[in-house]
Nanobody, 117 residues
Framework: QVQLVESGGGLVQPGGSLRLSCALSGSIFRFYDMGWYRQAPGKQRELVATITRGGSTNYADSVKGRFTISRDNAKNTVYLQMNSLKPEDTAVHYC???????????WGKGTLVTVSS
């Protein structure tokens, strides 16, 4: 059974930084395209960033130049480095995994990021 566990969320002041981590267990990490999504109160879940099995990345326009997604296949972990955080980045951030051989996708339970002074 594939499990995703996020960590690294918390309260940060505007302009600050956080690094989120998501560890995958129960399968072979390098077979998965990985992504981060977020859902703010009263809003739909939206894409933040994705990284393919080959390392290609994609970002939402709202985070380009501020966030960086990366992966460490040896540690079965995907990261989201978030810099220059803004109050509008406040949301529950979810990790997503999609294997290249199936339409099934997996979600973590989320980690809350709050940007406030």
């Amino acid at each position: 059974q594939v499990q995703l566990v996020e960590s690294g969320g918390g309260l940060v002041q505007p302009g600050g930084s956080l690094r989120l981590s998501c560890a995958l267990s129960g399968s072979i990490f390098r077979f998965y395209d990985m992504g981060w999504y977020r859902q703010a109160p009263g809003k739909q879940r939206e894409l933040v960033a994705t990284i393919t099995r080959g390392g290609s990345t994609n970002y939402a326009d709202s985070v380009k130049g501020r966030f960086t997604i990366s992966r460490d296949n040896a540690k079965n972990t995907v990261y989201l480095q978030m810099n220059s955080l803004k109050p509008e980045d406040t949301a529950v951030h979810y990790c997503n995994a999609k294997p290249g051989y199936s339409d099934v996708e997996y979600w973590g339970k989320g980690t809350l990021v709050t940007v406030s002074s």
